[in-house]
């Protein structure tokens, strides 16, 4: 028995890229394991190299790279840790993207429109990888596009119980800032006992990227503290505006809770500037210092992802992490 367990612990191998590996450092001492030490670096004209300083044969690889910008390049470089894993003869290996880049273009809203988040899962699956594991896909059919297993982990309890701590549940509605998140806003409410929901009648005009037109507000905000959730903040547009709609409508607080904090461009000055009593991400992105304000509150991840690994590669359960979420 001691013998097998032993044999097991040394199979296990965490990886990382270099686009967040501070988060990558966390899971590993979670688990209580080193970083496989491995050497990257990029040829002048911007192809990557990176090789794996131990032997990896036989091992339970998993390589953890958040697509953070620059995406490409952060994608491109996990492939290569994929590939070069495949030809050292990993056993298994698992891509663990906390944020999966790409994964909004998931069908084609007009003609002669790419569907990025299926090419992922396709580059993903030829480089060589077994399993993704990932936190908050844009959609949950996202699954669907990779030939094998996904582990698609929840933020959602994380972020409900830190908001759930801190506000009066008798005046709170959970606000989706689009109709298509609506069953989201419905499992944070069974979350937090079953509170009302709203949602904001959003549209957007295809052509123009990064640009959101908000509607009106469905549901009765007046008075309410409003918690407006979503899988991402990019440039922040859409739930900057949402915040203004449920202010016009009578909401007594705003707090915005979001997984993935990509802050592209203008996103920071806009949070800054809006009204929101408090915006609760987590750190499935790394965040720099400069983007810090004061009503920013950032969650760590790297705990679900280390219970997530132990689980697979113990060949537990990840569905048990979040008994009571369906
Ligand atoms: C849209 O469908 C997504 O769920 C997010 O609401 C959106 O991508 C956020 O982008 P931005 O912050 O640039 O409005």
Same mark, same amino acid.
């Given at each position: 028995?001691?013998?097998?367990?032993?044999?097991?612990?040394?199979?296990?191998?965490?990886? $990382? +890229?270099?686009?967040?590996?501070?988060?990558?450092?966390?899971?590993?001492?979670?688990? @209580?394991?080193?970083?496989? #030490?491995?050497?990257?670096?990029?040829?002048?004209?911007?192809?990557?190299?990176?090789? !794996?300083?131990?032997? %990896?044969?036989?091992?339970?690889?998993?390589?953890?790279?958040?697509?953070?910008?620059?995406?490409?390049?952060?994608?491109? &470089?996990?492939?290569?840790?994929?590939?070069?894993?495949?030809?050292?003869?990993?056993?298994?290996?698992?891509?663990?993207?906390? !944020?999966?880049?790409?994964?909004?273009?998931?069908?084609?809203?007009?003609?002669?429109?790419?569907?990025?988040?299926?090419?992922?899962? =396709?580059?993903?699956?030829?480089?060589?990888?077994?399993?993704?594991?990932?936190?908050?896909?844009?959609? /949950?059919?996202?699954?669907?596009?990779?030939? @094998?297993?996904?582990?698609?982990?929840?933020?959602?309890?994380?972020?409900?119980?830190?908001?759930?701590?801190?506000?009066?549940? /008798?005046?709170?509605?959970?606000?989706?800032?689009? /109709?298509?998140?609506?069953? %989201?806003?419905?499992?944070?409410?069974?979350?937090?006992?079953?509170?009302?929901?709203?949602?904001?009648?959003? $549209?957007?005009?295809?052509?123009?990227?990064?640009?959101?037109?908000?509607?009106?507000?469905?549901?009765?905000?007046?008075?309410?503290?409003?918690?407006?959730?979503? =899988?991402?903040?990019? *440039?922040?547009?859409?739930? *900057?505006?949402?915040? =203004?709609?449920?202010?016009?409508? @009578?909401?007594?607080?705003?707090?915005?809770?979001?997984?993935?904090?990509?802050?592209? +461009? #203008?996103?920071?000055?806009?949070?800054?500037?809006?009204?929101?009593?408090?915006?609760?991400? $987590?750190?499935?992105?790394?965040? #720099?210092?400069?983007?810090?304000?004061?009503?920013?509150?950032?969650?760590?991840?790297?705990?679900?992802?280390?219970?997530?690994?132990?689980?697979?590669? &113990?060949? +537990?359960?990840? $569905?048990?992490?979040?008994?009571?979420? /369906?």
């Amino acid at each position: 028995m001691s013998e097998l367990k032993l044999a097991s612990e040394k199979r296990l191998r965490i990886f $990382t +890229g270099r686009a967040f590996p501070e988060l990558a450092e966390q899971v590993a001492s979670e688990l @209580g394991i080193p970083l496989t #030490p491995t050497s990257a670096y990029d040829f002048a004209n911007g192809e990557i190299f990176v090789r !794996f300083e131990e032997s %990896v044969r036989g091992s339970d690889a998993f390589v953890i790279q958040s697509h953070a910008s620059p995406v490409n390049k952060h994608i491109m &470089e996990q492939l290569i840790m994929v590939d070069a894993l495949k030809r050292a003869s990993a056993k298994r290996i698992t891509v663990v993207a906390p !944020f999966y880049g790409y994964a909004r273009q998931d069908k084609k809203h007009r003609g002669r429109e790419p569907i990025t988040a299926r090419l992922m899962a =396709d580059l993903f699956k030829t480089a060589g990888a077994d399993r993704l594991m990932v936190v908050d896909l844009h959609t /949950s059919q996202i699954q669907g596009f990779f030939d @094998g297993p996904v582990d698609h982990l929840f933020a959602l309890p994380l972020l409900a119980n830190y908001v759930g701590s801190k506000v009066d549940r /008798s005046r709170l509605t959970i606000v989706s800032p689009d /109709s298509g998140r609506v069953r %989201v806003a419905e499992r944070w409410s069974d979350l937090l006992g079953g509170c009302p929901i709203a949602f904001i009648h959003k $549209t957007r005009d295809p052509r123009i990227p990064n640009e959101s037109v908000t509607g009106r507000v469905v549901g009765d905000v007046q008075g309410q503290t409003c918690v407006v959730i979503d =899988d991402m903040i990019d *440039t922040a547009g859409t739930i *900057t505006k949402a915040v =203004d709609a449920l202010f016009n409508e @009578g909401a007594k607080e705003v707090i915005v809770a979001a997984t993935h904090a990509v802050l592209s +461009g #203008p996103a920071i000055e806009r949070l800054r500037d809006s009204k929101v009593s408090e915006v609760v991400i $987590t750190d499935t992105l790394p965040i #720099p210092e400069e983007s810090h304000f004061d009503r920013l509150t950032i969650l760590p991840i790297a705990p679900l992802l280390a219970r997530a690994i132990k689980e697979v590669f &113990e060949d +537990g359960s990840v $569905t048990s992490l979040f008994d009571g979420l /369906s």
